[in-house]
């Protein structure tokens, strides 16, 4: 008898498939011959990651061939187990093909990206009424989503908070083009149905936003009991620190699937260009209308941006927030081209350079 799996389960799941789990990933699985079984990462820690399987969770650490190779599960994987029944133990040997993958820019000095989280349907972007709304972030969560491959979707928290959401709802749509922009209360519970179209068995949903928002609020609201700790109840409250440590992927009683990931301080662009096209996209459509292919759309003449910010079409913000995100993807673009190295070489090039110009000018030394 091999009943591992349930004496291992901590919430005592009974899971008869893996969350998610389809007919092409079957397929994938299939070239793995021998004790083999399949599972998804709900969690990942220093050393293990906590793997829902048909059963239950368990615990399974990764291989050294995959360490080596620099392959790293992350939540929302699916993965393929080493099954040794005989000594009770799980080993992750691979990660079956990512329909999606949220990644960043690291946010360290090398340009590889960072995956953070894989196979999402559905990106909810929770941010709420006061400070935390600014459009100009949530173009930059837009872009990074877009490329995520995951369906963007922006939540308005705390409209409990608020006499008359109107305005802020219809700023935010003007910004969000086809994007659903949907206003609710994690606490009141008001509007939570308006998201049950995105909550479906099989589908995951996982939510990003800054450290506050509501997120982890949510989930538990949806759960109909505090499974994840928030910042109400809190033991040490300390300001600034961030309640949602973990992220963590959570089945809901529908069969739904839910990831809260940790608020997000400061978030870089990967390699997001269809992104921004696909945000600015009244701004990319335009384009096409400019005389130059090339148009930076700042001083050109002939220009249909600029026309479009003159005629109060297009908010000058707005333009200065795709030229802002358009820079930074160029700059993290060249920094994995040249290596950080190259580009500070680059930088020290043209200053050197700079000064001989001015010691050939000038005559001194
Ligand atoms: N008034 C009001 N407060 C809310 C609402 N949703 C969440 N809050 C409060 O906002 C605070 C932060 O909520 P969390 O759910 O911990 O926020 P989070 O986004 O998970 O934060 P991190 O885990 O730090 O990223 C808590 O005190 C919640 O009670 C809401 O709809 N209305
Ligand atoms: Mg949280
Ligand atoms: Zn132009």
């Known amino acids: 008898m091999d009943d591992r799996s349930k004496s291992e389960n901590p919430d005592n799941l009974d ?14 699985l299939s070239a793995y011959k021998g004790p083999y079984i399949a599972g998804r990462v709900a969690a990942q820690h220093k050393t293990v990651c906590d793997i829902l399987i048909p059963g239950g969770m368990v615990q399974a650490a990764i291989s050294g061939a ?19 029944a005989e000594i009770n133990s799980y080993t992750i040997v691979d990660i079956l093909p990512r329909k ?16 953070i989280a894989a196979n999402i349907d559905t990106i909810f972007i929770v941010t709420a009424v006061g400070n935390d709304l ?34 802020l709802i219809q700023e935010t749509q003007d910004i969000a083009g086809d994007v659903p922009v949907i206003a609710i209360s994690a606490l009141s519970k008001d509007g939570l149905d308006k998201l049950a179209p995105y909550i479906n068995p099989a589908e995951t949903v996982a939510l990003i ?33 961030h309640t949602t440590t973990v992220r963590q992927l959570f089945l809901l009683p529908n069969g739904g699937i839910f990831i809260d990931n940790p608020g997000i301080r400061e978030i870089q662009l990967g390699d997001s260009s269809d992104g921004i096209d696909r945000t600015f996209s009244d701004i990319t459509d335009l384009a096409q209308g400019c005389r130059f292919k090339d148009c930076t759309h700042r001083d050109e003449p002939h220009c249909a941006v600029q026309r479009a910010v003159h005629q109060g079409l297009i908010p000058q913000e707005r333009l200065d927030s795709f030229f802002k995100l358009t820079a930074e993807l160029t700059f993290q673009s060249e920094k994995a081209e040249l290596g950080l190295k190259g580009i500070e070489k680059k930088k020290y090039k ?6 001989r110009k001015y010691r050939e000018f000038t005559g001194k030394p």
């Open 66 to 84: 995959m360490r080596r190779a620099g392959k790293q599960p992350v939540v929302g994987d699916f993965v393929v187990l080493l099954d040794q």
């Open 15 to 28: 899971l008869e498939v893996i969350p998610g789990w389809n007919d092409g990933l079957e397929v994938a």
């Open 134 to 167: 600014n459009l100009r972030r949530l173009e930059r969560y837009l872009t990074i989503v877009y490329s995520s491959g995951a369906n963007p979707v922006i939540l308005i928290n705390k409209i409990d908070l608020v006499d008359d959401p109107a305005q």
């Open 350 to 355: 043209a200053i050197s350079q700079g000064a």
């Open 209 to 241: 936003g800054s450290s506050g928002v509501g997120k982890s609020t949510l989930i538990n609201a949806f759960f109909g009991e505090a499974i994840q700790k928030t910042l109400g109840v809190r033991e040490d409250d300390d300001k600034g620190k």
């Open 100 to 115: 999606t993958c949220l990644a960043r820019g690291s946010t360290g000095d090398g340009s590889d990206e960072q995956v």
